[in-house]
């Protein structure tokens, strides 16, 4: 399904798009970012929330590392300020990368078992698709983020994944 190097790729662009999420929203207020705009999670804090509190979810089952608290029903209300999800944004991107650099194409062909509180039993699913729903699952929730960037008039970002730069030429 999928290799190592799609994972260390999708690792970089991940890295690279919330770089530029994080720039673009960076002049927006804190009331422009906590306002109500009818997205899925509400608001563009919200959302940010959620796709932080997804990567980290994955991140726990995937590196056997820690996860947050609450389930999805309380993932936008996690990281309450725009500075304390930049942070925590870079940190979990950070892990992200570590992680990635370490997983061979062999890791990949397993399986991956856990409890999923949104199913509320044990699921048991190929890794390289868990892996695979992780990164659409970031693109799903930036695209709505980009939706919502240019609804306040602040800068949009490249998503390209051709456009991406070279290894740290964003760093």
Not at 40 to 53: C, D, E, K, P
Not at 124 to 138: D, G, I, K
Not at 147 to 158: F, I
Request: net charge negative; with cysteine.
């Amino acid at each position: 399904m999928i290799d190592s190097d799609y994972v260390k790729t999708m690792a970089r662009y991940n890295d690279w798009q919330n770089r530029q999420m994080e720039t673009s929203f960076a002049v927006l207020s804190e009331e422009a970012l906590q306002a109500d705009r009818g997205a899925f999670f509400g608001s563009i804090q919200g959302t940010l929330s959620h796709l932080l509190w997804g990567d980290w979810i994955w991140m726990s089952r995937f590196d056997g590392g820690d996860g947050p608290e609450g389930g999805i029903p309380d993932s936008a209300g996690m990281i309450l300020t725009f500075r304390d999800w930049a942070e925590a944004r870079d940190r979990m991107d950070a892990r992200i990368l570590r992680w990635a650099e370490g997983v061979s194409t062999a890791d990949l062909a397993g399986d991956l078992t856990w409890f999923s509180g949104a199913a509320g039993f044990e699921v048991s699913r190929p890794l390289a698709m868990c892996v695979t729903h992780m990164f659409n699952h970031q693109t799903h929730h930036r695209g709505q983020l980009h939706s919502m960037a240019t609804a306040t008039g602040a800068k949009d970002w490249v998503s390209d994944l051709f456009l991406m730069p070279e290894e740290g030429d964003w760093q």
